[in-house]
Structure formats: structure tokens, C-alpha cells
């Protein structure tokens, strides 16, 4: 019911609204990579202005998804080294159980007469 909800008022407006812009900017721009040559640039390409604002969206997106993987190592290398001992302690206290259960051998009476 939550996803839903979150689909109808979240992803439906932003879909609305990406498709306006792309709409509205579907002219071709000149993305140019030389800061030296304007007039005959050495490395220039031609894409619609949307293009380009999504494919920048996008390296965000992974760039973001990148650093926060990696500044996560440690967590995860934590999480990796508690759930190994806490499968260790999981063994130890079901051999501690199997042991209390096993019948043992009774020991002698202590004697008592001195």
C-alpha cells in the first residue's frame, strides 16, 4: 500500500515533469571540452540539452553511489567480523547445551564414616 502511495504522489510527478523538460529542451547544444578554441573547438559534441542533463544526473547518481559504497567499508568489514562471532558463540552454546543433556556417570557416595 506504501509503495503505492509513494508511486502516485513521488514517481508520477517526477515522470510528469521529466517528460516537460525533455520536451522543452529537445534542441541541439554544442558541449564543447577545449576552454581555448570557441569558434573550432578540438573536441566538441552535438546532443539535445536533455541529453546532456540527464547523462549529468546520471555520473551524480553513480558518483554518489560510488563514494558512499566505499566510505561503507569499514560498517561492512564490522558486520563481517561480528557474524562470524556470532556464529562462533551460536557453536559454543549449542555444544554447552549437548553437553548439559548427555547423561553422566554418576560419581560415588562420599563415605562417611571417617
Do not use: Y
Amino acid at each position: 500500500m506504501l509503495r503505492k502511495l509513494l508511486s502516485l504522489f513521488v514517481f508520477l510527478p517526477l515522470a510528469v515533469l521529466l517528460v516537460a523538460f525533455t520536451v522543452a529542451n529537445r534542441h541541439v547544444i554544442v558541449v564543447s571540452f577545449d576552454p581555448f578554441g570557441s569558434d573550432q573547438p578540438a573536441f566538441a559534441l552535438e546532443m539535445p540539452l536533455f541529453l546532456l542533463v540527464f547523462v549529468c544526473l546520471l555520473a551524480g547518481v553513480v558518483a554518489g553511489g560510488v563514494a558512499t559504497w566505499l566510505n561503507q567499508g569499514t560498517w561492512r568489514k564490522r558486520a563481517r567480523s561480528n557474524q562470524f562471532e556470532a556464529a562462533k558463540a551460536r557453536r559454543e552454546a549449542d555444544d554447552l547445551r549437548r553437553e548439559t543433556q548427555r547423561p553422566h556417570s554418576a560419581l560415588p557416595a562420599p563415605d562417611l564414616r571417617g
